[in-house]
């Protein structure tokens, strides 16, 4: 059964399938999606989250098969590295380093001091600070968790035995995950002549003078004008999900898209609203 359009999504009561602990990620929009996909009169044959991230809506539709193949598709250097090392042979390498590494502060210096070259070895550093870094914040700047949980500090978020299970986890249906390093907006118009195709977008949020993006990512600059032309070209279905502001939704109306409001919790747990974005939002009840 859907959530009533009012209702906020308890996350708990969503599997957990991404290894990071992403600022930002949608899943309490999971319900929303499958929602959305079951509206559909037909099974996307590709279903792409261009700004992918900890992936969770796309690893959603990949674990419980919403659609025939999932492609992520993300910028960033080091995030790249987790999904790459994850979807190759090197994923079991992934999960017995992180069920092997004895998390304290001079242990965690020490390894994030080395400099490394390789993939995997990025991979695990990665995941590290995703983990270990106030936040889960990685861009620079951000700082190593002082307190946490209960006065745990910097093991407030280290759950080796939850990631690299997790990790596992991917790994097992990696036949339906494409991860491709790129540009979000280059990759939407790869697929945007393909009208079985489904993609959910969900850009920084650096639009409308927010600066939340600028502190969450690296690659935070985007041209929302451009995405927004693009995507209206898109001849299969798209969502997208943008921070409430009046400047947005102009924007949306402006290519002839649908929107509406929809409740959320940000990381304290305060309700807020953004802004689902697509061509036919009726199903949204």
């Known amino acids: 059964m859907s959530p009533p359009m009012g209702h906020v999504v308890n996350v708990a009561s969503v599997p957990q399938r991404s290894p990071f602990r992403y600022p930002g990620g949608k899943t309490w929009l999971v319900p929303r999606i499958r929602q959305w996909l079951a509206y559909l009169s037909w099974k996307p044959s590709i279903f792409l989250e261009p700004f992918a991230g900890g992936a969770i809506v796309g690893l959603t539709v990949a674990f419980e098969k919403l659609a025939e193949k999932v492609v992520l598709v993300e910028l960033d250097e080091q995030v790249t590295a987790v999904w790459m090392t994850i979807l190759s042979d090197d994923c079991e390498w992934l999960a017995e380093r992180i069920l092997s590494f004895d998390m304290n502060i001079e242990n965690l210096k ?12 990025t991979a695990f550093q990665t995941i590290l600070r995703n983990r270990t870094l106030h936040g889960g914040i990685m861009a620079p700047g951000s700082g190593l968790i002082k307190y946490g949980e209960n006065g745990k500090g910097i093991k407030s978020r280290w759950y080796p035995q939850t990631i690299a ?7 097992d249906i990696r036949d339906r995950i494409e991860f491709v390093h790129g540009d979000g907006i280059q990759s939407i118009c790869s697929y945007n002549t393909l009208k079985d195709a489904a993609m959910f977008i969900d850009p920084p949020y650096t639009a409308a ?8 990512y690296k690659y935070f600059e985007l041209d929302h004008e451009r995405l927004f032309a693009e995507v209206s070209k898109v001849q299969g279905d ?3 999900t943008y921070d409430n502001a009046p400047e947005l939704a102009e924007l949306a109306l402006r290519y002839g898209f649908d929107i509406r409001t929809i409740q959320m919790k940000n990381t ?7 802004l689902l974005i697509g061509r036919n939002l009726n199903w949204l009840k």
Request: hydrophobic letters at 40%; glycine letters at 8%; a positive charge.
């Open 110 to 121: 020490k390894e994030l001091s080395h400099k490394t070259t390789s993939v995997k070895g």
């Open 165 to 171: 299970r997790r990790i596992r986890a991917i790994a």
């Open 209 to 216: 003078g927010k600066m939340a993006g600028t502190r969450l």
């Open 238 to 240: 798209v969502l997208l």
């Open 268 to 274: 304290h747990h305060a309700k807020m609203t953004e």
